[in-house]
């Protein structure tokens, strides 16, 4: 393998959307390396006693599968067919008009016509006529194809080269989504002990000590009390942050990532300000201590088994209803799965505003409030005594994050809070943003390292409109309300447009809350001084 | 979830509107059996032979048509009969409603004939 | 290769058919194959969507392409994102009736302009919408002016339909709008296949089979009417027949009328194995026919089976040490 080196730039972008007459079930996979994730490591396999667990790599010729692989990814096919209709729908109805072909991120960013979802999809289809249509044994002809040891490996280049942002699906005449392909075709991968470490390890890890990262209750206490301190540095004022405070009315919900990395980190102290001024009476879970879920990314019962820990622990705490904060994935899970999985939340109460009296009627049976709904409530109701100018400096556009946008319809709510905490925010162009919004390219755990050409590719969209958007209005902040964008496209802005930075909505809500008894703020969260108080020289070299 | 009582409904409409002209039927008696045409009896034979004139008595007409309006030629140069729908046609086949109109309306035709050419109700024999 | 192949398929049911009607097959042409054909339709039709029925919906996951349901004050896109029973139907009355999905496709264009860079521009593409619809609205027409050689007496609504069809008056018989608008249609949809790269990447045999036989009906449909033409009482006559169970093909209905009628017996004996399928599947797609309404009304799962939970209690022991640390005083009942 010749030694590899990330593409530069114009390199990357110089992307063709032409193709030779070729059949691509004669095309073999061509793994390039940059484009795909390492094998989940052997502890973590087996202890969440995954099928097959096996040490292996992608890039050997031998994956160590099972010998009786076939056997159980057909099996594995026809259970799923049983268990889910979407499957078995999506397999017989595409018509293949092309209309979700140029839709796709990984397809625009890469040109690999095996990116468009309707060829994603057909990778599995294929199979599927083979062994469970009729017509299958015409092979070609009926569009079918033997699965082999080589389908297998495309299977698994392919499926982890698609974020389930479901951009396609907003498309597709039959609102075919290429997310519960995906999905499927993981499950069957995983089947056979085919995984990956960025997903299977965090899952492991969540599973154990409650967080994806690993971080064991007392640093999780620790790192709670750090932000305390940093927000009383920059505030004046020591927040209170509760941890298994039994009996408080509200439990928030946080991806583990809101108090360990940056810059979600600012969006976490804004949290911290923002309850400690309204007087939420709340708490975290020490047992539940991640919101996000990488469960949803690979098996449906892995995701059901994260998950349970959120209503039990509620449970335990006494408390009335859930909070969730900022965080892509985790909603999509909130909103679309908990309930049927883990619920009912009977034990819960339909969730109330505290401060406001609003009562929230769409959560009435989750008992599940998204923190922009909540916010943007409190600031309609004149809630917050906010200073807008002190976000001044932050020129800001806004990515949908795929969830949060397409399995939820989250849009205006975060656009509310933005308008009132922000002087200047722009849209970026139509075509990417709201149901139409491009994903981060980093999400359903493929935000490695390992896959950075891929993810750098597949993030070029996105890039491209904040690009049009820092051209035309000189924006320097990307704002979302997603962990895993907050990661993945901090190192995408670094890659193509340098000049933006991430930021979350509520590290906006914390700068410009004016909170009773504060001290003259001269920082914002990032302890970056406000506007009007930056030092002579660093404001010259700012202008 | 299944939606199973909805998902039936679907099939029974789907099956309810592909039967429709089974259905249609039962309602009206059943579909009939082609009508007894009145042909004319003043002439021996027709302009053409009668497979043609079941099959494409529209494109002889629009021919005549043409050649009198406008080539000015008012013979039929095979039958040796003016190029006439009401005269040569009418002539013969004089109960309007019981040949052409009866045969249009079992096969669903709607012509424009009468459009321009306007009788009065059973006038048809008397031109 | 793929679009030759199913060339050479229809053109060998055009021949199958001419031939065999000439020969002698005129009862297995005009009685047996339609009886059996329409058989295989509507078993095969109602069998697919009983097997799509028969998994169930685990979970709700609809695709919300606007603002979800919230707070009061904020405006909610009811048919993009419906939170209602009534809202869905709204919902999918504009997917099956005027394609609203397809409606908001786009174009994505990779632009190099100098000292920019490479740049990625998105324009409204309406090109295949409006080709699919009116396809399929014109074949829907043609199909219940078909109906005239089934009921009698022929309803008056039947008549008028056709009459707006051939409201131009050119050519005898009349020309009907839909015969010209349904072959463009079709022409269009099978040329992008070719012209369109990414869409000549994903066809395949049973994408191009089905439009050139559709292709195959029409223009068998249109030479049977305006050029080489049949007796319309005898397939009326047949259609009768067909109705009633009378087993007997009235003479006078020539080869050509038995091409169009092989053909058509050949779409629908296909229909409920192929991807035509979409016509019914649709209506089952869990994306699309599902109220986004997943915190207001538990979605219940038949199947939600039992998984190993990480305990409490165990994380408690496991991480006495860190908890004791932290000072945790975990209660519970």
């Known amino acids: 393998m010749a030694k590899y080196t990330l593409p530069k730039p114009e390199d990357m972008s110089a992307v063709r959307y032409e193709y030779d007459g070729k059949d691509w079930m004669d095309v073999p996979v061509d793994m390039r390396p940059g484009n795909w994730c390492y094998a989940a490591p052997l502890k973590h396999q087996e202890l969440l006693k995954l099928p097959h667990p096996h040490k292996w790599h992608p890039d050997d010729e031998d994956w160590g599968l099972p010998e009786n692989w076939k056997e159980i990814i057909l099996a594995g096919m026809k259970d799923r067919l049983e268990r889910f209709r979407s499957f078995g729908l999506f397999m017989d109805i595409c018509v293949r008009c092309g209309a979700c072909a140029d839709k796709c991120h990984f397809y625009l960013g890469s040109g690999d016509p095996k990116n468009m979802p309707v060829l994603r999809a057909e990778l599995i289809r294929s199979v599927y006529r083979r062994y469970f249509t009729k017509a299958g044994r015409l092979g070609r002809l009926a569009g079918a194809r033997d699965l082999t040891v080589d389908v297998l490996k495309e299977w698994f280049y392919y499926f982890y080269q698609c974020t389930e942002c479901r951009r396609c699906s907003v498309f597709c005449p039959y609102g075919i989504d290429t997310a519960e392909i995906t999905m499927m075709g993981r499950e069957l991968l995983n089947l056979v002990g085919i995984n990956i470490g960025w997903i299977v390890e965090p899952v492991s890890n969540c599973y154990m000590t409650g967080n994806h990262l690993g971080v064991r209750p007392n640093t999780f206490k620790d790192n709670i009390e750090f932000a305390v301190d940093d927000l009383a540095e920059i505030t004046g004022i020591k927040v209170e942050a509760p941890i298994d405070k039994r009996g408080a009315e509200v439990m928030i919900v946080v991806p583990s990532a809101d108090y360990f990395a940056e ?139 795929c969830n949060p946008a397409r399995a939820m319809g989250l849009f205006d709510e975060p656009r509310y809070v933005m308008q009132n905490v922000l002087n200047h925010f722009h849209e970026m162009p139509e075509n990417t943003i709201r149901e139409q919004t491009f994903c981060c390219a980093g999400g359903s755990g493929i935000g490695s390292d390992e896959n950075m050409e891929a993810r750098l590719r597949g993030g070029f969209p996105r890039a491209n409109a904040v690009k049009s958007v820092h051209d035309e209005f000189d924006v320097n902040t990307l704002a979302c309300i997603c962990a895993i964008d907050k990661a993945v496209l901090t190192v995408l802005m670094e890659y193509w447009i340098p000049e933006v930075r991430v930021a979350g909505i509520h590290e906006f809500v914390g700068n410009a809350l004016v909170m009773k008894g504060e001290k003259k703020r001269t920082l914002n969260l990032r302890a970056e001084p406000l506007p009007g108080f930056a030092e002579e020289g660093e404001e010259a070299a700012d202008v | 979830m299944y939606d199973k009582g909805k998902i039936l409904a679907g099939i029974a409409l789907f099956l309810v509107l592909v039967l429709f002209p089974v259905w249609y039927g039962a309602a009206q008696g059943g579909p009939g059996r082609p009508p007894d045409l009145v042909v004319g009896t003043d002439a021996e034979s027709c302009v053409r032979d009668t497979e043609t004139m079941r099959i494409s008595h529209m494109d002889l007409l629009d021919e005549w048509r043409n050649r009198v309006v406008r080539d000015g030629v008012r013979r039929d140069e095979v039958s040796g009969r003016e190029m006439s729908l009401t005269r040569t046609c009418l002539d013969c086949h004089a109960d309007r409603e019981g040949f052409c109109t009866k045969c249009h309306d079992y096969a669903g035709v709607d012509p424009d004939c009468w459009d321009c050419h306007n009788l009065p109700e059973g006038a048809g024999h008397e031109r | 290769m793929k679009a030759l192949v199913s060339l050479v398929f229809v053109l060998l049911l055009v021949a199958i058919a001419w031939i065999g009607s000439e020969a002698g097959g005129e009862v297995v042409f005009g009685v047996v194959l339609p009886y059996a054909a329409f058989l295989v339709f509507l078993v095969g039709f109602t069998w697919k969507i009983v097997k799509w029925a028969r998994a169930p919906v685990p979970f709700r996951i609809p695709t919300t392409s606007g603002q979800q349901k919230s707070l009061p004050w904020i405006r909610q896109a009811r048919f993009d994102n419906p939170a209602t029973g009534l809202q869905v139907v709204g919902r999918m009355a504009l997917e099956v009736l005027l394609f609203r999905s397809l409606f908001q496709n786009t174009k994505a264009e990779m632009r190099t302009e100098k000292g920019r860079g490479p740049r990625l521009v998105f324009g409204g593409d309406k090109s295949l919408w409006i080709v699919s619809l009116i396809f399929h609205w014109t074949f829907l027409v043609i199909l219940i002016r078909h109906l005239r050689f089934f009921l009698d007496p022929v309803p008056g609504w039947l008549l008028t339909l056709g009459n707006l069809d051939a409201f131009f008056q050119v050519s005898v018989p009349a020309l009907y709008i839909t015969d010209v608008l349904v072959v463009l249609a079709l022409g269009i949809l099978l040329l992008r296949r070719f012209t369109n790269s990414q869409v000549r990447a994903i066809s395949l045999v049973s994408d191009y089979f089905p439009l050139l036989l559709l292709l195959g009906v029409v223009i068998s449909g249109i030479v049977v009417r305006y050029f080489a033409k049949t007796d319309v009482v005898g397939v009326k006559e047949l259609g009768a027949n067909l109705l009633t169970l009378r087993l007997s093909v009235p003479a006078g209905i020539g080869a050509q009328a038995y091409v169009h ?38 979605h219940i799962n038949p199947w939600n089976r039992p998984v190993a939970y990480h305990r409490f209690e165990d994380w408690e022991k496991e991480f006495a040490k860190e908890i004791e640390d932290a000072g945790y005083e975990l209660e519970r009942d």
């Open chain 1, 263 to 401: 810059p979600h980190y600012f969006t976490f102290l804004g949290y911290l300000a923002l309850f400690h001024e309204i007087g939420l009476d709340y708490t975290f879970s020490p047992f539940a201590t991640e919101g996000g879920n990488f469960g949803l990314f690979f098996e449906h019962d892995e995701m059901k088994r994260l998950n349970a820990k959120l209503y039990q622990d509620a449970k335990r705490l006494k408390v009335k209803w859930i909070l969730g904060a900022e965080c892509g994935h985790m909603w999509r899970v909130l909103h679309q799965y908990m309930d049927t999985m883990n619920g009912p939340a009977d034990f819960l109460e339909v969730p109330k505003s505290p401060v406001t009296g609003t009562v929230f009627d769409n959560a009435r049976s989750t008992k599940t409030v998204h923190i922009c709904e909540f916010t943007a409530d409190l600031i309609r109701h004149g809630a917050l005594n906010l200073d807008v100018s002190r976000n001044d400096d932050f020129r800001v556009t806004f990515h949908d994050s």
């Open chain 3, 261 to 298: 009628l092989f053909l058509v017996c050949t779409l629908l004996a296909y229909f409920p194995f192929s991807k035509l399928m979409h016509a019914g599947g649709v209506f089952l797609s869990p994306t699309r026919n599902l109220a986004n309404n997943n915190r207001m009304v538990r």
